[in-house]
């Protein structure tokens, strides 16, 4: 084979592999918008609103160290979704059911059908871990929206690395002498 036909044969496969980390690239970043945004309006949606600097409601040791940093703000990121879900939920959670799960004090409530107290409780465990979990989901696709955007800045800079040796390879073959054989 000629050196010549194996240069340009290789330059293609590097302007393929150039034109394939674009695109993903473009798709990547494409998703870390798409996730950042819906995320945000998903949680803008909901109005929650994290108390006040100094407020009593982040005197608690096991709230305020974590939630501070957000004291006033409206909840819009995921950051802020984990925050409130582990750490302000899950304390009043767990204040709620005396240190029971919703699991064991729904059994208890159907071993004791009668007591209206214990229904009470843990309807408002039952809420109390929904909206936990919705939180974390969504504190969960945000991590997914930061990971498409990394993984976004690595695919640009393989591109143009690419990019790069694709042109150098093509500049190769055409300098090389049509005769030469590998």
């Not at 293609?12 to 819906?38: I, K, R, Y």
């Not at 407020?55 to 974590?66: K, M």
């Not at 204040?95 to 029971?100: A, M, T, V």
């Not at 694709?166 to 300098?175: I, Q, W």
């Amino acid at each position: 084979m000629r050196r010549k036909s194996f240069d340009f044969i290789m330059t293609g496969v590097g302007a393929l592999l150039t034109v394939a980390l674009f695109a993903a690239a473009g798709l990547a970043t494409w998703g870390a918008s798409f996730t950042g945004s819906t995320v945000h309006d998903q949680l803008a949606a909901q109005k929650i609103y994290f108390p006040a600097q100094g407020s009593a409601a982040l005197a608690s040791p096991e709230i305020g160290p974590y939630l501070n940093q957000y004291a006033g703000e409206q909840m819009t990121t995921g950051a802020q979704a984990e925050a409130w879900a582990n750490h302000f939920i899950a304390v009043h959670l767990k204040e709620i059911g005396g240190g029971l799960t919703y699991s064991q004090l729904s059994g208890k409530a159907m071993a004791d059908p009668t007591n209206t107290q214990l229904a009470t409780q843990v309807q408002l465990m039952f809420r109390g871990e929904t909206l936990r979990g919705l939180l974390l989901n969504a504190y969960a696709f945000s991590i997914f929206g930061v990971m498409a955007g990394y993984a976004a800045v690595v695919c640009y800079i393989l591109g143009a690395i690419m990019l790069l040796l694709t042109l150098l390879g093509l500049l190769h073959a055409r300098m090389t002498d049509p005769n030469q054989t590998l």
